[in-house]
């Protein structure tokens, strides 16, 4: 029986314990964030979206190189001598045009590793975290800011200037060996005399 | 008005003391299940739902109900169909009918029958066939599991539920239930104190606390929630109703919940009397302190219920076959001595 009163106050005690922490909850703070209406300030160096600096870019591709499930997608077009492509802000002269600069962020796995081999820090994390999308292509972000009519036209220059370096080589090539055959019959005349004027001397 | 409308024509009469109960019942459930959300939400440290209808996602309810409008009704191949159609209503309906008996102000009581308590508890009796209905129909083994433990639960705490209202209705000698509010009108306790039965022998608060918690039990709130504990029994007897049947249950649940609050408030904290004596009395005052008082304790089942963990369904029988049947049954006992002697 007292065993029984002692059991039923310890009961109720706790009860009313654990309705006393529950009411002071009910009173107290919240932690929910309203989320599309409050967000949370990023920790600085969130890595949430890679982002490319393209005016900085000297397309050396470590980057890509760099890139563990090859998300960077990177292609290059020797600019022409006609044109200066400038410096970046960081004095490392530019000599390609970036005709393609795409990474896909479907693949991307955040890694971070594409940032520090970048000898000009045109590549990096930014903390824009909401880009979802309905389809995955969607997901490929395209750095390269040249039009596709400019991206035609600087690969066609591009081709006709190696077409004439490859032809100024092969001018020169040509030219070196004439220069070359000339010595060489110029040298066998030479020989031939100092044979003639040897026999002369004999006789 | 009552009176009135019956001048008019009797169905009419019918069908306006069918309404009341009706829209009070709808219009608590709306705000019941709401109100839940923020107070589990709150007590979690979170917010509840907050997107719909503006201030604290006020309209929650009202899109929940849409959602459930629109959904599938769904119904098992080896179900019994008849019976698994029927079992929510009937659910429903049980809850409803008792609210008859329920005097919601001191002008407005349903049905103002001499053996009100005696209805009441009949009729929410048949709450415990409609789940085992449902849990048997739907021919799966959670359900029936659910049904069988309801039926259990529920013939076991009638017991001392109506032990500690015969407490009340031993010393009010009344069943009729506005005759027991009418009991409980002045301020006479110690001077101040109103004339509730909790204030009026120590005994009655004891037949509260068993009451409380027998209530607990009956409408299957936390921490006796076995029937349809979401862990164990995927929703017990709920586990192959979707769409609107199951909003039927969940309407019966809120609806009986409001219904045993009632039942207390009406029995132990003097129903429609105003707590102040003649101040703020009246049929509308009346309504308003009843209300309060019945929601007052749907809160504190609420409280209770994101506050304490479920019980065993062993422990849930020896609470009640071992220690409030027999003392809710030595305290009616004792009333009655306290009754002969004062």
């Given at each position: 029986m007292l065993n029984a009163v002692k059991q039923s106050w310890l009961t109720f005690r706790s009860i009313f314990t654990g309705m006393g922490v529950t009411i002071r909850h009910f009173f107290g703070p919240t932690v929910t964030l309203q989320y599309p209406d409050e967000k949370m300030e990023l920790p600085k160096g969130a890595r949430a979206r890679l982002y490319v600096n393209i005016d900085d870019c000297i397309g050396c591709n470590l980057c890509a190189r760099a890139c563990p499930v090859n998300c960077i997608d990177i292609e290059t077009v020797a600019s022409t001598q006609d044109v200066d492509l400038g410096k970046t802000s960081t004095g490392n002269p530019k000599r390609f045009w970036l005709t393609r600069f795409d990474i896909d962020m479907a693949k991307c796995m955040y890694c971070d590793l594409c940032v520090h081999p970048c000898p000009t820090n045109c590549i990096y994390m930014v903390s824009?975290?909401?880009?979802?999308?309905?389809?995955?292509?969607?997901?490929?972000?395209?750095?390269?800011?040249?039009?596709p009519e400019m991206v035609a036209e600087v690969k066609d220059k591009a081709e006709k200037e190696a077409e004439q370096k490859k032809r100024e080589r092969e001018e020169m090539m040509r030219k070196k060996a004439e220069e070359k055959a000339q010595k060489e019959l110029e040298a066998k005349k030479k020989a031939e005399e100092e044979s003639n004027d040897k026999e002369k001397g004999e006789e | 008005m009552t009176e009135y409308v019956s001048h008019i024509h009797p169905v009419a009469a019918i069908l306006v003391h069918a309404a009341i109960p009706l829209t009070i019942i709808l219009v608590y459930a709306l705000v019941a299940i709401w109100g839940e959300r923020k107070i589990a939400g709150f007590i979690q440290d979170r917010l509840g739902p907050?997107?719909?209808?503006g201030w604290h996602g006020w309209a929650q309810s009202i899109a929940d109900l849409l959602k459930l409008i629109q959904k599938e009704d769904i119904i098992p191949t080896d179900a019994s169909r008849f019976l698994f159609k029927f079992a929510p209503f009937m659910m429903f309906a049980a809850s409803y009918a008792a609210f008859a008996v329920i005097p919601f102000s001191s002008a407005y009581v349903g049905s103002m029958v001499n053996i009100g308590v005696f209805y009441l508890l009949a009729v929410t009796s048949l709450l415990t066939l409609s789940i085992i209905m449902a849990g048997w129909a739907s021919n799966n083994k959670w359900s029936l599991l659910g049904g069988m433990r309801s039926a259990a639960q529920m013939v076991s705490y009638e017991v001392p539920t109506i032990a500690s209202v015969l407490t009340v209705v031993l010393v009010?000698?009344?069943?009729?239930l506005m005759t027991v509010t009418e009991m409980q009108s002045g301020n006479d306790i110690l001077g101040f104190l109103p004339n509730w039965f909790i204030f009026q022998n120590p005994f009655l608060i004891v037949a509260f606390i068993i009451f409380f918690i027998s209530i607990l039990a009956e409408s299957h709130r936390v921490p006796f929630d076995l029937p349809e504990s979401e862990s164990e029994l995927v929703a017990g007897y709920q586990t192959e109703y979707s769409g609107m049947r199951w909003a039927m249950f969940m309407l019966a649940e809120y609806a009986d919940m409001l219904l045993l609050s009632l039942l207390g408030a009406t029995l132990f904290f003097g129903g429609w009397n105003s707590p102040f004596g003649d101040f703020m009395a009246g049929p509308l005052w009346g309504f308003f302190w009843f209300m309060l008082k019945g929601l007052s304790l749907v809160i504190v089942m609420m409280w209770i219920r994101w506050t304490l963990p479920r019980y065993r369904v062993d422990q849930l029988m020896h609470i009640c076959w071992s220690i409030l049947i027999p003392l809710s049954f030595v305290n009616l006992v004792l009333t009655a001595l306290w009754e002969v002697i004062f």
């Open positions: 824009e975290y909401e880009y979802s999308e309905y389809d995955r292509s969607n997901l490929v972000y395209h750095f390269s800011n040249l039009e | 907050m997107r719909v209808g009010a000698g009344s069943l009729n």
